[in-house]
């Protein structure tokens, strides 16, 4: 079965630190796209990226970073000189067909409660 | 309006009540979803919808009814829920349901039963 772990539960920084965002995932396909989402207190889950199976190259926007690692199964996430307004749940998740169709999922993580201070 | 909206966006309702949840999407997508995400656990897939066919019911109990009248809109009907049945309901949108599409969320409505 698919998983995705994010074995940090709460992470709390002072502004300015770097901090990084763990996600190991179980899958059989060798196919599957990752994602991150971040969810404010507002409750809405905003996009923040989409890497597929193929693509180890890790990418950077802005004061984002991803670090894909298919050899450990890890799509981590780390925030540079972070800011009050990072404070925000965040979830791994992956992308996995459904057994029969061409339809597909999402399965999350419990996600990652980040807290940065003034 | 824009993306993934959804109302009501808070809703208390008692266990005899019938309400309904509504999602619209103006994104020009053909798939949508409902998600139930409970505190201290992972978003639960409850509901697929692609080209307004359901493609998933992922055992969910029968007092939650989904509608899909047309690819911008999806519905939730409630009635007699439970207390456990309090969460955040998320819609969510994607272009065609596939492995390779982007899901993008509404704001979620917060359901109180009491």
């Known amino acids: 079965a698919q998983k995705v772990t994010q074995a940090q539960t709460e992470i709390s920084v002072v502004e300015k630190e770097d901090v990084t965002l763990d996600c190991v995932y179980e899958t059989r396909d060798t196919t599957y796209y990752l994602f991150w989402y971040k969810q404010p207190p507002s409750g809405e889950l905003v996009f923040l990226i989409r890497?597929?199976?193929?693509?180890?190259q890790n990418e950077i926007s802005g004061r984002y970073s991803w670090n894909f690692q298919k050899s450990t199964s890890s799509f981590n996430f780390t925030i540079t000189a972070s800011q009050v307004v990072d404070s925000a749940v965040y979830f791994c998740a992956l992308s996995e067909p459904f057994t029969s169709g061409a339809n597909s999922k999402l399965t999350f993580g419990k996600g990652i409660t980040l807290s940065v201070r003034p | 309006e824009t993306g993934v909206t959804q109302t009501p966006r808070h809703l208390v309702m008692g266990m005899t009540n019938k309400k309904s949840l509504k999602c619209e999407q103006h994104?020009?997508?053909?798939?949508m979803y409902w998600y139930k995400q409970s505190a201290k656990k992972p978003l639960e897939l409850m509901f697929v919808?692609?080209?307004?066919?359901?493609?998933e019911n992922n055992s969910v109990p029968s007092r939650f009814s989904p509608e899909c009248p047309n690819s911008s809109h999806l519905f939730l009907h409630l009635h007699t829920l439970q207390p456990e049945d309090s969460a955040l309901y998320l819609c969510?949108?994607?272009?065609?349901?596939?492995?390779?599409?982007?899901?993008?969320f509404g704001p979620g409505t917060r359901l109180t039963v009491l």
């Open positions: 994104l020009g997508h053909n798939a």
């Open positions: 890497r597929n199976s193929f693509d180890e």
């Open positions: 969510a949108s994607s272009q065609e349901g596939l492995i390779t599409d982007t899901q993008y």
């Open positions: 919808y692609s080209l307004e066919e359901r493609v």
